[in-house]
């Protein structure tokens, strides 16, 4: 096969260096995996060390950086039609607290390194490409995810977003203003031409189907909500059973119940996770007071999601009447529906496979992105690199190749200057 003048090979060495150093920013050793893992989360000492890594790799690459009042970088490479909307790329670089080297990183570094690839072969574009940092899209710290990218598209409101805490009360927008990242442009972005995003596929379906790329066609619904329990404190050996109020035994009743929803197959391809389980006092004698935990619901089809959420409810219900001395609240944490990606610019993506001979498949991300959020902006799509290891993420032994990651950033090249337009 012979290259097209706009299929574009970029320096997977360099992509590869460039990873591994960012991967050190937040690293820690893994007791558990005896393997290097990165614990970067949002707007912490060690994500702000990140973020002016990238920023510094951005203006080597020539690229002129704004930084905006949700902390969201964007790095810019001019065309020659300055007035035409820029084509965007990009991810994240937070993390959460048990993560590797690839998840969001593999997007704002292969932006980068499509940016240079392209200075080197003398290529000009006639419109702008950016590549984009987005702030807080794991949610794991402030309890939204997607949540640089939710604001900047208009779904959440800056004052919302700013006013979130992490669990030691440190709000949002205080962290952005200590760690510098308070930055001045408006937050709220104009729509691009395009967005593309770079993304290992955190689950086995490439690599069971013995491909390199898939070609995402959207990204499943997603509920988060946390339930608090009171209940009441009480001895663990004098109390006899039927006169607690156990918080902890309920939470374990809801886990239960989760597990069975899914089982029962009556609402879709539905998936259920207890991430986030805590009960006080925490202590090995006494009755849980209160229970507090987190539930992650998944759904590709967003009636069967709204069924989940109501059966879930009703059970709520019930566990609060089926005895004295149980009280429940949730509050929502994040919820988005089902979001289907472009179809012309999933052909670009599959076209430049094609171009590159690289085999590649359709596939809907379980994970949430944030091509997601800036989908409401801008005709969108994603491109996955394969992932090993059964594809496992947010952990450790999160693992693509050098040769997996050249080959999607090759992709994402290419498909930038066919979108971005060359002159």
Not at 212 to 223: A, D, F, L, M, P
Not at 294 to 314: K, W, Y
Request: charged share 25%.
């Amino acid at each position: 096969m012979t290259p097209t003048p706009d299929t574009i090979t970029v320096n997977g060495d360099r992509l590869w260096q460039s990873l591994m150093d960012l991967a050190e920013i937040g690293a820690y050793d893994d007791e558990r995996t005896g393997l290097r893992g990165v614990d970067r989360l949002a707007l912490t000492d060690a994500d702000a060390v990140g973020r002016r890594q990238v920023i510094m790799w951005m203006e080597q690459a020539g690229l002129t950086v704004r930084i905006d009042r949700m902390g969201n970088i964007y790095g810019r490479r001019e065309g020659t039609d300055p007035t035409a909307a820029p084509v965007l790329t990009g991810s994240h670089i937070d993390s959460v607290a048990t993560a590797g080297a690839f998840d969001g990183c593999l997007g704002v570094l292969g932006g980068i390194e499509a940016v240079r690839t392209l200075d080197e072969r003398g290529i000009t574009t006639r419109r702008p490409i950016e590549v984009g940092v987005f702030t807080e899209e794991e949610g794991v710290r402030f309890g939204t995810d997607m949540l640089g990218s939710a604001v900047a598209a208009g779904r959440l409101t800056l004052e919302y977003a700013h006013a979130l805490t992490d669990r030691d009360g440190l709000t949002l927008g205080g962290e952005l203003t200590r760690t510098g990242f308070d930055g001045p442009t408006d937050v709220c972005l104009a729509p691009p031409h395009a967005y593309v995003e770079c993304h290992i596929e955190q689950g086995p379906v490439l690599a069971e189907n013995d491909v390199e790329i898939g070609v995402v066609t959207g990204v499943q619904g997603i509920s988060w909500q946390e339930i608090t329990i009171h209940g009441r404190a009480a001895h663990a050996g004098t109390t006899p059973t039927r006169l607690r109020a156990d918080a902890g035994l309920a939470a374990a009743q809801i886990i239960v119940h989760l597990r069975a929803l899914v089982d029962s197959g009556e609402y879709g391809d539905l998936r259920a996770t207890v991430g986030h389980l805590v009960v006080h006092p925490d202590l090995t004698n006494i009755v849980p007071a209160r229970a507090e935990l987190t539930v992650d619901l998944r759904n590709p089809d967003d009636a069967s999601m709204a069924r989940a959420e109501e059966a879930l409810a009703a059970f709520l219900r019930d566990l609060e009447n089926s005895g004295p001395g149980l009280s429940l609240t949730t509050r929502r944490m994040a919820r988005t529906a089902y979001v289907p990606f472009d179809e012309g610019v999933r052909k670009v993506i599959a076209q430049a496979a094609d171009d590159h001979g690289l085999d590649h498949i359709s596939l809907l991300s379980g994970a949430g992105h944030d091509a997601q959020e800036i989908a409401a902006l801008c005709p969108t799509a994603m491109i996955f690199v394969r992932g090993e290891y059964d594809g496992i993420s947010h952990n450790p032994r999160e693992y693509s190749t050098p040769e997996a990651c050249a080959h999607g950033v090759d992709v994402l090249a290419t498909t930038l200057l066919r979108l971005a337009g060359q002159d």
